[in-house]
């Protein structure tokens, strides 16, 4: 079949495709650009990055102009002489292969330096941070304050963080682009990676990623980072310290029956001496709490949009919503702590809620996001995420907890166990006041 070759429509083609890559080039916001200087893993990555491009560009230049001039000069032409053969030029294949020897020289050394710079170990005095990737959900411990969280991560400026990343299952990759250093989580092992966010750098969010294919939701498995100031992660640190400030309401006074006697006849009440120093008995005072301290969730919205989730709710899962503004957090504290939640979460301060398997859940109702940054940490996106966490989340090892609902992962209707929208919304009451 014969090819009709029109150079017009190619061009308008071509021109066409050029138009596009140059509006595509004009926007101002990367939210996960690796290309930027937040720390000194970011800017030698980049430093090293600019120099192979450089180079590459010259070998490329280079390529392209004896490409063309050797097309040109020795084109064929009518009545030409029959080349000359250079088989075994020994001079010329000496200088086709130390040029490439000598560029390569020039990659390998700033390559190596870069290598043996991030691969080195970090200050002694560094923060130290446990990354265990889950499927599909991300947990961090900071060893040196007993703190346990789950999919955000919060990290001071000015201070060195080393991350020990280890793996409960199949292969992850942890990944926070504007800050650089990806690297694999495997099995049976524990990789390292440090880096130092910017003294300068003011509070800001960022998006994380596993970079890893890892299953059915390796593309669901995200977390947030916050950069903060010192004195922040302080304050943030104080209130992870302590136990969730719910508290049930305060049991109702009953007095002595003597103190009720006295009191009706009108007499003065006299109360028990103390016997340690024979001051009046009174109930013990409860702890002093920390104020909560979070990254402000209107600055998110201000300035990081991008970190807020707008994945869409999935279809055929309802909820009956109106229940949310009825729901009780001490119903809901009650009807978790006898349900299958247990057996898989920790509340601290929750002796019922001891589970090591999936995300701690002590300062839960403080979070910006569940799921693994899937959702916004909202009552009706948790309420849904409740009632079937599969459905919500591809292969998601939580089970469907909505009672008649069949479970996607597990093919059984819910029965024995489940629970109603009412209860659901209870403990989304008692979740959002974990703070």
Known sequence: MAVTFRPRRWAHAALLGALVFGLAACGESYPNSTFNHHTEYNQAIDSLWDKLLMWGTLVFIGVEVALVWTIVRFRRRPGGATPKQV?????????????????????????????????????????????????????????????????????????????????????????????GGKRDLISNRTNYLWFTPNADLPSSAWNGFCAEFCGASHANMRFRTFTVTPAEFEQWLAHQKQPALFQGPPPAATPAPAAATAAASGAPVVLAANTQG?????????????????????????????????????????????????????????????????????????PMSMGPVGPNLTHIGSRHTIGA???????????????????????????????????????????????????????VAYLRALK
């Open 87 to 179: 088989h075994g030029n020994t001079a010329l294949e000496i200088t086709w292969t130390a040029i490439p020897a000598v560029i390569l020289i020039f990659i390998a050394i700033p390559t190596v330096r870069t290598i043996f710079k991030t691969q080195a170990k970090a200050a002694p005095d560094a923060l130290q941070v446990e990354v265990i990737g889950h499927q599909w959900w991300w947990e961090f411990k900071y060893p040196q304050y007993g703190i346990t969280t789950a999919n955000e991560l919060y990290l001071p400026t000015g201070r060195t963080v080393n991350f020990q990343l280890k793996t409960i299952d199949v292969l992850h990759s942890f990944w926070i682009p504007q800050m």
């Open 278 to 350: 024979g001051a009046p008995a009174a109930a013990a005072a409860p702890p002093p709490q920390v104020p909560v301290w979070v990254f402000p969730a209107e600055k998110l919205t201000a300035e990081f949009g991008y970190t807020i989730p707008k994945t869409p709710l999935p279809a055929g899962l309802t909820f009956d919503e109106a229940t949310l503004a009825q729901g009780d957090a001490e119903r809901g504290r009650q009807t978790y702590s006898r349900s299958t939640c247990i057996g898989c979460h920790v509340i601290t301060g929750n």
């Open 373 to 427: 940054g899937l959702y916004p940490n909202d009552a009706k996106h948790l309420a849904y995420w409740i009632k079937s966490a599969p459905h919500m989340k591809p292969g998601s090892i939580m089970p469907t907890m909505g009672k008649g609902l069949t479970d996607p992962v597990r093919k059984n209707v819910v029965t024995m166990g489940g629970l109603s929208d009412a209860e659901i919304a209870d403990i």
